[in-house]
């Protein structure tokens, strides 16, 4: 039962982080190759809280400290590398946000103080399902209703066109920067889930792979839209149990079956299973979607 | 000077000599990279991975006693063929995608030889059987091996001929046209699908160059070409992307930079180097140190 519980955890938390980069890589169209960068720094940051300055409260209360911890130091990380690299388009702000990741990891890494290579122990466990599903359920209310909104209609408006946006009036430097902002912040928080719930955090667990895991995911649903970030990583994180199930040879050729689906799926269906539509939508006039 | 002054001059001087030799095969891969972008505007991620399976195709080769010419020459082609295929299959039908589904495909392409290359050939390391007898020759404090200079020529040989590719023959200049405007080129009357997949090959080759003479000096092992193949990106990014004397100077800065902090520093920081050296010239000058300046155009 543990087992299936664990795995339910984890699709919430990659439901979390998938929905977040979906904001910078789907709904702003800005190339973000450093996702989890930022969710390593929320777990850490909030583990040190658990660690080091836990208040005697309730769990709950530490758990909700903990996790706008999470938010706060991923979110000004953003910030820092938000404003230097959001000068840069395409190809070229994947290659900064890659590196500004790596320098992240490799500063963890050389701090004694969080464990540095051997990874950070005794982190209180404050974090269960409940907490999971609920920061993923907000999350996705908060995508869905942002994508409504005037901001969201803006920030979508820079993946379409950004001269265009421009010309429009759209301010692209504080939209992209908002966007990139609060997505990194909110991989805070499911870094922070992370922390408290498996009590272990490894600098190893933030690397590059994760970041393209998670990138996968939202490319496999469709960047842009929220239906297709949940279908993404719900599809992705359970794939690799069932897997498991047909048998350990199967399960040893996971990356490489993901490697290969991510490759079909860019040469048959470039905008991944919903485009940028969503499950329920709407029908609108002709010419206006 | 007192005595330490003098030994930190001579360790700098050590330094210095590795950095160079490192920066020579950083410069080798960068090569390919800045090819491969200049000519189709794809950051090619896999392309560490080619220079992983060149490395392998070395190491086989070494394995059943074929002396070292034959074996870079195997790697140089095991390489390239690789590319060939990838090119062919992967990268050509996504060209007219656009550059992100490009990028991502790449990357799958990359992990996807990482992780079957694991299990494929092992996930350990393997030594190359030592063909050369590593010489050292001193001078004062510093030692210099001959692989070293072996490298180090090897990659300014590489630079004269690629200079010599580019500007003495057709397929070079065809090459510069494809990359300058490859719609133009077209009507041109050039076949860019032949440059492209040329250019790949050319690349790749070089790639399992620097594949082998790096499994020689340390080992050889699947996932070689992923800290490299980023590192040699940046390189390229840092020297500027699309420019071939570019992609050595970056190289070249690159491998002295982190032997330095390496040495006098704290080796574990050595990674951080480069992502570090690259963020700071992508924010003073994006297109990096020896690249044009591109004006955006409605």
Known sequence: MDYYLQILTNVGIFITLTLSLNLINGYCGQFSLGHAGFWGVGAYASAVYGVYFALPIDPALNMAIALSIGFVAAALCGLLIGIPCLRLKGDYLAIATIGFSEILRIIIMNTESIGGPRGFTNIPRWSNSWWVWGIALAVTLFMLNLKRSAHGRAIISIREDEIAAETMGVNLFRYKLFSFIVGAGIAGMAGSLVAHDQQFLHPNNFSFMWSVCILVMVILGGQGSVSGSIVGAVILTILPEILKLIGSNVSTWRVSIYAALMIILMLTRPQGIFGPHELFEKKRLKGVA | ??????????????????????????????????????????????????????????????????????????????????????????????????????????IGASLFFQYTGQLVFGADPKTVPPVFKEVLYTFGEVNVSNIQVFIFGLTLLILLFLWWLTHYTKIGVAMRATSFNLKAAELMGINTNKIIAFTFFLGASLAGLAGILMGYTMSVEPMMGMSLGLKAFVAAVVGGIGVIPGAALGGFILGIAENMVAGLYKSSFRDGVSFFILIIILLIKPSGILGKNVKEKV
Not at chain 2, 32 to 41: A, H, L, S
Request: some cysteine.
């Open chain 2, 1 to 106: 000077m007192t005595q330490n002054t003098i030994y930190f001059f001579w360790d700098c001087l050590q330094y210095l000599i590795n950095g160079i030799a490192q920066g020579s095969l950083y410069a080798i891969v960068a090569l390919g990279y800045t090819m491969v972008y200049g000519i189709i505007r794809l950051v090619n991620f896999a392309h560490g991975e080619f220079l992983m399976l060149g490395a392998f195709c070395g190491y086989f080769a070494l394995k059943f006693h074929l002396p070292m010419p034959v074996a870079i020459i195997a790697s140089m082609l095991g390489a390239g063929i690789v590319a060939l295929i990838v090119e062919r299959m992967i990268y050509r039908p996504i060209r007219n995608e656009g550059r992100i589904p490009a990028l991502i495909t790449a």
